[in-house]
């Protein structure tokens, strides 16, 4: 099996809003609120792909998309009001990664592709210098957070972002 992440295109919209839409719906079957609205929408994963602050990319899998996420360097206006906790280090760092939007196809469900999908995003931004990592998922989204902790990611606290989210970080 291949597996490796890119850099996400326009041509790759319609097969990533395949990804978003049936990880809406696997939310919507554990009856979690999390991506029951519009968002993310296309307009959205566009804007991730256009932006030159922002990385969109896609995990491949034996040359078929199988994954999304979207990479952040600047700073998470939603993550300055933690709550409940605080970040590690400084208050004032701005040297750090987000990560947004991940889902995977469920196509691919059960292969530990989330693990390599993180493994994947996380030595590609420490090869740039990067130490700082934080996500934030909602409370009830256990599949996520526990693949969270598995990767090493810590609970730091509480953000809004589309309601309560545990936000969590990893210090490399």
Same mark, same amino acid.
């Given at each position: ?83 409940? $906790? ?8 701005? +040297?750090?990664?987000?990560?947004? #939007? /991940?889902?995977?196809? *469920?196509? %691919?469900? $059960? ?8 493994? +994947?995003?996380?030595?590609?931004? #420490? /090869?740039?210098?990067? *130490?700082? %990592? ?39």
């Amino acid at each position: 099996m291949t597996v490796y992440i890119r850099q996400a295109k326009l041509d790759d919209l319609a097969e990533i809003m395949k990804i978003i839409a049936s990880a809406k719906g696997y939310l919507a079957q554990q009856k979690i609120d999390q991506w029951q609205n519009e968002y993310p929408a296309v307009s959205d994963i566009e804007d991730d792909i256009r932006s030159s602050e922002k990385k969109a990319c896609v995990l491949v899998v034996n040359g078929k998309i199988a994954g999304y996420a979207v990479i952040m360097t600047s700073v998470e206006p939603a993550y300055q009001m933690i709550t409940d $906790g605080k970040w590690q280090g400084s208050d004032e760092e701005e +040297n750090y990664v987000t990560i947004h #939007r /991940m889902a995977l196809s *469920t196509e %691919f469900r $059960g292969l530990g592709l989330a693990n390599i999908f993180w493994s +994947n995003i996380l030595s590609s931004m #420490r /090869m740039q210098g990067f *130490t700082d %990592f934080r996500v934030d998922t909602h409370p009830e989204n256990k599949v996520m957070r526990g693949v969270l902790e598995k990767q090493g990611f810590e609970y730091q606290g509480n953000v809004m972002f589309e309601g309560l989210r545990y936000a969590y970080q990893l210090i490399l």
